[in-house]
Structure formats: C-alpha cells, structure tokens
Nanobody, 124 residues
Framework: QVQLRESGGGLVQAGGSLRLSCAAS????????MGWFRQAPEKEREFITA????????YYADSVKGRFAISRDNAKNTVYLQMNSLKLEDTAAYYC?????????????????WGQGTQVTVSS
C-alpha cells in the first residue's frame, strides 16, 4: 500500500512559478513510476508528466513541455513538479500518481495509487 500526499498548491499570478511536492508513504516508492495529472472544472483529467523509477526517462504532455519539470528523490520518497511560466489555463487540481507498470500505464491514465490533489489557481 502506498499513500500519496500532494502539497505546494496555491494562488499565483500568470507568469509565476510554483513547486508541487508529492510525498509517498511506504518503503517501495522506488518501485513505482510516478506521474502528475490535473483536472480543471468540467474537464477530463489530463496527464501532464511522468518519470520512471530511476528517473532516467521522463515524458511531458505538449501542453506543459518546456515549462514544467518533474523530478524525484527516492531517498525522500518524494516526487516534485516545478511549474514555471504559469498560464491561466494551468488552473486545476493537480494529482500525483504511482504506477508499478511504468510510464506506459501513466500515459494511459492508469495508476495504482492516487493522491488527494492540490489546487493550483493562476490569476491574471
């Protein structure tokens, strides 16, 4: 069992930055690929990025490529999402997720565990 808890969300002006963290419980964090998703009101959940167990492979959705960066620290059981050049359309609830089967699962929207989410609101 893995429990995920996101933090770091908040209100930021367009063009600003935020760093989200996702802390995982348990001793098997390094066994999971990790990803970030988001869901805006009345929209479907959107995959935005994922990282392999060792961090040697990363994938970004086109909507965030060049602006967002995912990283992980297996010693701290934590995955991060650095968000730069935020836009109004980045406003959403952001969720981290863990998948034992790696990036392919996460890119398909499939995960073994999900966090509760943290809200990011970008204002003009």
């Amino acid at each position: 069992q893995v429990q995920l808890r996101e933090s770091g969300g908040g209100l930021v002006q367009a063009g600003g930055s935020l760093r989200l963290s996702c802390a995982a419980s348990g001793r098997t964090f390094s066994s999971y690929a990790m990803g970030w998703f988001r869901q805006a009101p009345e929209k479907e959940r959107e995959f935005i990025t994922a990282i392999t167990r060792s961090g040697d492979e990363i994938y970004y959705a086109d909507s965030v490529k060049g602006r967002f960066a995912i990283s992980r620290d297996n010693a701290k059981n934590t995955v991060y999402l650095q968000m730069n050049s935020l836009k109004l359309e980045d406003t959403a609830a952001y969720y981290c997720a863990a998948a034992i089967y790696g990036l392919t699962s996460l890119r398909a929207g499939v995960a073994d565990y999900w966090g509760q989410g943290t809200q990011v609101t970008v204002s003009s």
